[in-house]
């Protein structure tokens, strides 16, 4: 029997956060794949200053905590297994859209949570983590960040940090954010840009988290519920219309499918325990047809080994 240690509304507000995550990942990705014709127009300003690099940190703490939830209910050959298939979700939508991390997730979640995973909890990993985040960042960011984000996020699922640090983390979240991108556009010092994304994800993280009402709630749990489909789908969709997408057109396209997957993914929990693509996945991590219909459904206890993915 697997007894839950963190408590139910906070595993709604994880969804809710990595809900949060797929709608910012989805515009930026966007505007990311979509023509740029210089010079540079105004959207392309404030997608870059204020969007571009703050979503997927978020993606990658939620990760790493995620490790930590699943190994309460799973082996360690069993997580391995996990991320084996995860890899072949990634090399599979890698032949559409190049840009996935689903990869890179994988093997970092191997070579970095797993061996992690044998280190006393807390500030242990949290110090590691810090450190492999600062040698990312002095090495260019990029993918290189996602390691160090993995365990902080590790280290904060076992730390259970109070949520009275909320709000002073938003506030210096947001000037530091706000400052090293200035210093980045005044310098070209590619360090401050990666410090002023991840600063910002950090604001606009434990923003959504003062700001959680039961409505909004209501609509990002679903969509963090059903991360693995949604983040898939959307590349779908940006794949399909990356060629006509430009201009103000990639808010037009990003806040449609956000606005599907949203009304999609709460209509399928309705009737579903899992995503299409996070069932898929679990039977294949136990190597077995796993029940997917509302009678499979315990209680809202549901268990902790089905973290979602970006």
């Not at 005044?186 to 604001?203: H, K, R």
């Not at 599907?260 to 039977?283: K, N, T």
Request: hydrophobic share 50%; net charge positive.
């Amino acid at each position: 029997m697997v007894v839950c240690l963190v408590p139910v509304t906070r595993i709604r507000e994880l969804d809710a956060l990595r809900g949060f995550a797929v709608c910012g990942i989805m515009l930026v990705n966007t505007w990311q794949h979509a023509p740029h014709d210089p010079p540079q127009q105004p959207l392309d300003a404030v997608m870059e200053s204020a969007f571009q690099g703050r979503f997927y940190p978020i993606f990658s703490l939620l990760f790493g905590m995620s490790f930590v939830l699943f190994l309460r209910s799973g082996s360690r050959a069993v997580l391995l297994r996990r991320l084996f298939f995860l890899l072949l979700f990634g090399l599979v939508q890698h032949t559409f859209y190049e840009g996935e991390v689903l990869t890179d997730y994988a093997a970092f979640g191997a070579a970095v949570l797993l061996p992690a995973s044998f280190l006393s909890p807390g500030y242990p990993v949290l110090v590691l983590g810090l450190a492999a985040l600062g040698w990312g960042v002095w090495q260019g960011g990029g993918t290189l960040i996602i390691p160090g984000l993995f365990l902080a996020g590790m280290a904060l699922i076992q730390l259970k940090p109070d949520r009275r640090l909320l709000l002073p983390f938003f506030a210096v979240g947001a000037v530091a954010s706000l400052a090293l991108t200035v210093f980045y556009y005044s310098s070209e010092i590619p360090a401050y840009y990666t410090l002023g994304a991840l600063a910002g994800g950090v604001a606009y993280g434990t923003g959504l988290l003062l700001v959680l009402r039961p409505w909004l709630s209501a609509v990002l749990e679903p969509m963090g519920r059903l991360a693995l489909t949604n983040y898939v789908s959307g590349t779908l969709v940006i794949f399909l219309t990356g060629p006509v997408t430009d201009g103000w057109w990639v808010l037009v396209v990003a806040g449609a499918t956000v606005a599907v997957q949203a009304i999609f993914s709460r209509w399928w929990l309705a009737r579903h325990r899992y995503g299409p693509l996070e069932w898929i996945w679990r039977c294949l991590t136990w190597f077995r047809r796993v029940p997917n219909g509302l009678e499979s459904r315990r209680d809202e206890n549901r268990p902790l080994s089905d973290p979602g993915v970006p």
